[in-house]
């Protein structure tokens, strides 16, 4: 163990809250005041609550009336795909199709799985391509005349190994046989560009603590023509598609981060991808045989970089993803495995998986994820220790059957 | 010390890494996924590894701040220890689980991969002294599990903590009482973990399927009823035999013979056994010199008795009982122990019982 300040690298799971969001934050949680209330301390709550709706829209290329505050990216996710489900089957019986990509965050993927098996939904999974792109060629095969079909749902950039999706592409396939499309762009937003009224897509899924604002707030971005059935009810707030008190701090915060996020996104995804750039190259140095897992670092689609500048995801063929998480751990370093399941678990990553990778390349791999903080300092302390601790988890490795 | 602390989430194990800690150790907590189908929520005292117990466990190690993990081991825990259950039932014999996972799992494969970690040693919650690398009885008899320790070798046991065994297991609970532990009073485990509804009968049959045979009676060699499977049966069952023999004497399992499917019952002056043959032996310390004098205990919780070791065939022992035993069955370990009051008895060995009988008019099962 060590008494430093652990060295950061996992700002895909969560980065630090931004120092004017903690202020702004602050000051409003010392207010009264229910955003629903008629009177004064009401008034003075909306006014904050929608001053942050209209900052958030603008930075996302939004009208106001499109964003929807919820409780951060899995609710989001869920609103939008079973909401978008339900209401499109009301309005035609035929449409029950679920179009969705097999990389998507569980949040989509268990949401469609439950209306699958509850709801009577059938789903289409999408071919990806080994990096784990979705083509408008593969969502129009999956489409087909559309006619049968609810909702598409593609994510923008891929929580794991940051590929990104050419969205705007996939809306416009989507929109010539009449079906919405959403997209969870948790990990997107502040890293590349996100215009939600110029790419076109009809549900957008953003979350603040992904980009220096608090757990526990988010929205769905929703077009204003989009039906979507709601799955709280009660006081209408959000257009009564997402009823409940406004969580008016949380939402201050989520504003004020969205902004400054947006606001910087050019000059740090600047700064992310170099520091990325001079990571992978490292460790690729010490550890030859380590393979980069998604895009390449170059990559690009029409919309820009074709990976998440903050994104490094590596495997290391002989070792096993815990091991080398356990062994970075205990010197400071702090990463993630990709998915572990409920007990904590680590499961071989679907998404890798998904792209065609084997069970063994799927267990040995890492997510470094680098975010507003972090610095040459980080890498350099990752570079220091890497090559011994893939050597050890290597002979670690070696017990197991 | 780098030392990994094995956390089921219990009790014990939570008051054993906390007196690591105490002790100075760098400590770091693992908990042992064992079960491929995890069940959300623990159900009363069976069972182990389910979501909530990972949770106690994550629960206790964040308030002890150290780094804490869970190691998937159900592939190696089926094959080492469930399938050598499921085997040794099909071949007649009487398996003890808890001692293959010690010999297999936890001192094996973790403590295997604990030291290619880089840990030192593995601690664990069991009731038992090591001290100088001599394996003794936990001072709480009632509790003691010396017996499913008894298989391990000088090199796992210099590699093994536990703390616990100077201390009754209320004083555990105190402790754990005193430090906040929400697991204070968690209810013991008992039964088989991977049997978490307590049917082993049950259990067996899915995995063997039916497979009827004959229950003969020993003294009349008739045949007295059917049976669905060898494996519903243990040496010295008295109950659930589902035969009445008309002279209305509790019979006794003898004997299983796998081939034929044929469990042997008779009355319990035919139970008894005084001599046991054993597979080869594992030594917790230097293998004695045969013959020598000792104490044997026959299976968990059972009461020690006198015995003299001899040596027997392919490297494995013959133990002469000092009296009559019953419920002597093949698959459980004789655990050999030199009785020291003041120390605790010592563990000196184990091997697995292969036959028993008797010295004179021997009957062999």
């Not at chain 1, 409780?71 to 035929?94: H, Q, Y």
């Not at chain 2, 038992?128 to 001599?134: D, F, I, Q």
Request: glycine residues 12%; charged residues 25%; negative net charge.
């Amino acid at each position: 163990m060590t008494n430093t300040e652990p060295v950061y690298l996992d700002h895909a799971a969560t980065t630090p809250v931004l120092p004017e969001v903690l202020v702004a934050m602050t000051e409003q949680l010392g207010r009264v005041g229910n955003a629903s209330s008629l009177h004064a301390s009401g008034r003075s709550a909306r006014r904050a609550a929608e001053q942050s709706r209209e900052r958030l829209a603008e930075a996302l290329g939004a009208r106001p009336s499109e964003v929807l505050f919820t409780g951060g990216g899995t609710e989001s996710d869920n609103l939008a795909v079973k909401g978008l489900f339900w209401a499109r089957r009301e309005a035609d019986a035929r449409r029950r199709r679920i179009v969705v990509s097999p990389a998507e965050h569980h949040a989509v993927l268990d949401s469609v799985e439950w209306l699958a098996k509850h709801e009577g939904a059938e789903l289409t999974w999408l071919r990806v391509d080994p990096s784990g792109r979705v083509t408008p060629e593969a969502l129009a095969e999956a489409l087909g005349d559309g006619s049968d079909v609810a909702v598409a749902s593609v994510m923008w950039a891929n929580n794991e190994i940051g590929t990104v999706s050419d969205i705007a592409a996939l809306a416009a396939t989507a929109h010539d046989v009449g079906v919405p499309l959403h997209t969870d762009a948790v990990q997107a937003v502040g890293q590349v560009l996100v215009d939600f009224g110029a790419t076109g897509v009809d549900a957008l899924t953003m979350t603040g603590h992904k980009l220096g604002g608090p757990m526990g707030a988010g929205a769905l971005l929703l077009r204003r023509d989009a039906e979507c059935t709601p799955l709280l009810h009660g006081g209408g707030q959000e257009r009564d598609v997402r009823s409940g008190t406004l969580d008016v701090a949380a939402i201050v915060g989520l504003g004020v981060a969205t902004v400054a996020a947006v606001g910087n996104r050019v000059e740090r995804a600047g700064e992310l991808a170099r520091l990325r750039d001079r990571l992978v190259a490292g460790v690729v140095d010490q550890v030859p045989d380590a393979q980069l897992n998604g895009a390449p670092l170059d990559d690009v689609v029409r919309s820009g970089p074709g990976r998440l500048p903050g994104n490094a995801h590596l495997s290391f063929p002989g070792a096993e993803g815990d091991a080398l998480l356990m062994l970075l751990d205990a010197r400071g370093i702090e990463c993630s495995t990709g998915s572990a399941c409920s007990a904590g678990v680590a499961r071989p990553s679907h998404v890798l998986t998904a792209v065609g990778a084997d069970p063994e390349r799927a267990r040995s791999s890492l997510r470094f994820s680098l975010g507003h903080t972090s610095t040459d300092g980080d890498v350099d302390a990752l570079l220091g220790v890497i090559a011994p601790v893939v050597e050890r988890a290597r002979r670690a490795g070696m017990g197991r059957r | 010390m780098r030392v990994l602390a094995a956390m089921s989430g219990g009790v014990d194990s939570a008051v054993a890494a906390a007196l690591a800690v105490d002790a100075g150790h760098d400590v770091t907590g693992v908990h042992l996924a064992l079960s491929p189908d995890r069940q959300t929520l623990r159900s009363g005292a069976r069972g182990c590894c389910s979501v909530e117990d990972a949770h106690d466990a994550r629960r206790v190690a964040d308030e002890l701040g150290i780094p804490f993990y869970v190691w998937d081991l159900a592939d190696r825990f089926r094959e080492d220890v469930v399938d050598d259950f499921v085997a040794e039932y099909e071949a007649g014999r009487t398996p003890n689980p808890c001692l293959r996972c010690n010999e297999k799992i936890k001192f094996t494969a973790v403590l295997d991969r604990a030291q290619a970690l880089g840990f030192d040693a593995v601690v664990t919650g069991h009731h038992a002294r090591l001290a100088g690398g001599e394996l003794r009885r936990s001072v709480d008899a009632a509790k003691d599990q010396s017996y499913v320790l008894g298989v391990l070798t000088p090199a796992q046991l210099a590699s093994a903590m536990f703390p616990l065994g100077g201390m009754t297991k209320d004083r555990v609970r105190e402790i754990a009482a005193e430090r906040g532990f929400a697991v204070a009073t968690k209810a013991d485990s008992h039964d088989i973990c991977f049997i978490p509804d307590g049917d082993t009968r049950g259990f067996l049959a899915r995995k063997l399927g039916s497979r009827p045979g004959p229950l003969v009676d020993a003294a009349t060699g008739a045949t007295v009823g059917q049976h669905d499977g060898t494996y519903g049966f243990t040496v010295g069952q008295r109950r659930g035999l589902g035969v009445s023999v008309g002279d209305q004497q509790p019979r006794y399992v003898l004997g299983i013979e796998p081939v034929t499917r044929t469990v042997t019952i008779g009355t319990a002056d035919l139970a008894g056994v005084d001599e046991i043959t054993t597979a080869a032996a594992t030594w917790t310390g230097a293998a004695p010199l045969l013959p020598f004098r000792a104490q044997v205990q026959l299976r968990a919780h059972g009461t020690p008795v006198g015995c003299e070791v001899l040596a027997g065939e392919d490297g494995g022992l013959v133990v002469r009982l000092d009296e009559v035993q019953r419920g002597v069955a093949a698959g459980q370990s004789a655990v050999l122990y030199e009785p020291d009051a003041e120390r605790g008895d010592r563990v000196l060995g184990q091997a697995a019982i292969r036959l028993s009988g008797k010295r004179q008019g021997t009957v062999r099962h």
